[in-house]
């Protein structure tokens, strides 16, 4: 499935149980459009009612993985059209991304700047290849991060790492993205497809509807929901699936287990 608005294209290619979404822009280094977020938005939810068990976040190119908004389409907005058109546009979408029951892989080398960062920090999981280069560097140009970032951000590396980022215009590189708890794994460039393929089968070979559970009571957690209610209703939920049954024939019988989803 390929969407294409002429101002910039989202590619939706589905291979097993791994949905690739691919930001194809590489001429603009991926630079967001209004349409390309409406693209966004049409591909997420095409993915969330698939089969798929993981997703895949990929930036067209060699130089970039996303430098975020394209400025030349913002710049000119009135404030309204700021607030109620691009930045919310924005943070549906992401909320949106955040939100899909399948754990999400962001693969990121190159530039990830701004909205594109913005965009990585809604995945589940962060690929970051040692070369990478990544920022929040909206306050250089007279603005804040307005996708989120201020908030994933500070969630995964704190608010003085956060500001760090922010207001210091503090450019992290893969191995630092790293140490400080924003990346999954940075891989040389060359051994970052295996490090994708390592996780995404591990993601994949987990039984489905547990997985997203599990993923969702986390994100719940997070958020100070009670895990003393929530994992109940969680395990019971999975107590009547196949999958459950067929995880339990597998460990006695000393085999792998063949999840379906059901």
Known sequence: MTINDGAGAVQVKTEGHVATILLDRSA??????????????????????????????RGAGPKAFCVGADINRFSSLTP?????????????????????????????????????????????????TAGARLSL???????????????????????ARAKQVVLARQQLDGPTATAWGLATACPE???AEAAVTDLVDRLSAGAPTAVQIAKQLIDAAAEGAPSRVLEVLGGGLTSATEDLAEGVRAFHERRAPHFHGR
């Open 80 to 128: 309204v059209e700021m607030w109620r058109e691009w930045t919310a546009r924005g943070h549906r979408v992401f909320d949106l991304l955040a939100s899909l029951r399948q754990p999400t892989v962001a693969v990121v080398h190159g530039v990830a700047a701004g909205g594109g960062l913005e965009l990585a920090l809604a995945c589940d999981f962060r690929i970051v």
């Open 189 to 191: 460039p060359d051994a």
């Open 28 to 57: 603009k280094l991926n630079a967001l459009t209004p349409e390309m977020l409406d693209d966004l938005e049409a591909a997420l939810r095409t993915v969330a009612a698939s089969d798929a068990r993981v997703v895949v976040l």
């Open 137 to 159: 560097p909206e306050v250089g140009l007279g603005t804040v991060p307005g996708w989120g970032g201020t908030e994933r951000l500070t969630e995964l590396v704190g608010r």
